[in-house]
């Protein structure tokens, strides 16, 4: 039994990762190979024994694997981006419906026994996976909860709607209770892929059905897709490991727990926080590789405003702040 954490990365532009766009000065694919780089490089501090795997188009797999440092024992590993949807299906985040077909080609490349994360680019390890791995259940898939009521939207569908997509999908009723699981992070053998791969693939076949013929609501993304799936596999709550922190200048969310958890998910942090870490991360005499573990949360905590918001940090938020009023009121 191998443990691999993976990260799924297809080439998109500027447009699909709005998360991304604020505060860019870099191309997308320069500020991807950042977060990976930040991604696999907090992971190997705490977990040297861990095989690292970046999924990628084969048109981008000997870019990523030149770019990467050559210290992290990365695999990147190729496979085509077959649930690529059309050109007009949803104006963003449609290259994350390639973490798909990243869990499938993961699940015929590796072992039975194997376990691996799925999870974010975006995010940073802070402790040694041990037991994260542990919970992936030998049936059944590890995933977030989000917790978003029903009446919430996500890429303009409502929990409520997908629960009406769902019955239309299977209207035998077995799936069970809805639940809204975030993209940030999925745990899974690979034989599990093998149960799941036939919902996803009706769930997927459905979506492009309604897109043809103009119907909304619709299943527009990999959470979408799989919160279908999901629903007929027995799934384990990662909420004790995992949290998708926001740490925006208008929403923030961090609390004191945080620090306890063994991966931040930090959507707001592409751009700021994360792009700061990866200086670090390149850099094998620096404080990322050579601090104990408790300087080590403290700093990224303060660089990417979780533990501790800074005097520069709330200075630069408040003039964010302003400044996106201030062009919300000229757009009127």
């Given at each position: 039994?191998?443990d ?9 532009g ?12 870099k191309?997308?694919y ?8 930040v991604?696999m490089?907090?992971?190997h501090?705490?977990n040297s024994d861990?095989?690292?795997i ?10 990523i ?5 050559s210290?992290?024992p ?12 059309p ?27 194997d ?33 978003f ?5 996500s ?7 997908a629960?009406?997509?769902h ?5 035998d009723?077995?799936a ?60 384990k ?24 958890l ?10 700021r ?49 302003t ?8 757009s009127?």
């Amino acid at each position: 039994m191998t443990d691999t954490l993976a990260i799924a990365y297809t080439p998109a532009g500027k447009a699909d990762s709005p998360n991304l766009k604020v505060g860019m000065r870099k191309d997308p694919y320069t500020q991807f190979v950042s977060l990976i780089t930040v991604c696999m490089a907090s992971a190997h501090r705490w977990n040297s024994d861990l095989r690292l795997i970046v999924v990628t188009t084969p048109d981008a797999v000997e870019r990523i694997s030149k770019d990467l440092p050559s210290s992290l024992p990365v695999q990147v590993l190729g496979t085509q981006f077959s649930h690529r949807p059309p050109i007009d299906f949803y104006p963003a985040f449609n290259a994350s419906l390639f973490t798909l077909d990243a869990m499938e080609v993961l699940a015929d490349t590796l072992h039975q026994d194997d376990r691996i994360l799925m999870v974010d680019p975006d995010t940073v390890t802070l402790r040694p996976l041990d037991d994260v791995f542990s919970a992936i259940p030998t049936h059944g898939v590890l995933a977030y909860d989000a917790h978003f009521p029903l009446t919430e939207s996500s890429q303009g569908l409502t929990g409520e709607a997908a629960v009406a997509l769902h019955a239309q999908i299977a209207p035998d009723g077995s799936a069970s209770d809805y639940r809204h699981y975030g993209g940030e992070l999925y745990g899974f053998q690979p034989g599990t892929w093998t149960e799941l791969a036939p919902h996803v693939q009706l769930a997927w076949d459905f979506a492009l059905r309604r897109h043809h013929c103009g119907l909304a609501p619709a299943m527009v993304t990999e959470e979408h897709i799989l919160n279908y799936a999901l629903r007929f596999l027995p799934t384990k709550l990662a909420n004790p490991y995992i949290r998708r922190i926001w740490t925006a200048p208008s929403y923030y969310t961090a609390i004191s727990a945080d620090s306890e958890l063994w991966i931040w998910h930090l959507p707001a942090e592409k751009t700021r926080g994360l792009a700061k870490l990866a200086q670090s991360a390149t850099r094998e005499s620096s404080w990322f590789w050579t601090s104990h573990a408790e300087e080590w949360n403290r700093r990224t905590g303060r660089i990417c405003a979780v533990t501790q918001r800074t005097f520069s940090r709330r200075a630069a938020d408040r003039g964010r702040s302003t400044v996106r009023k201030a062009l919300k009121r000229l757009s009127i």
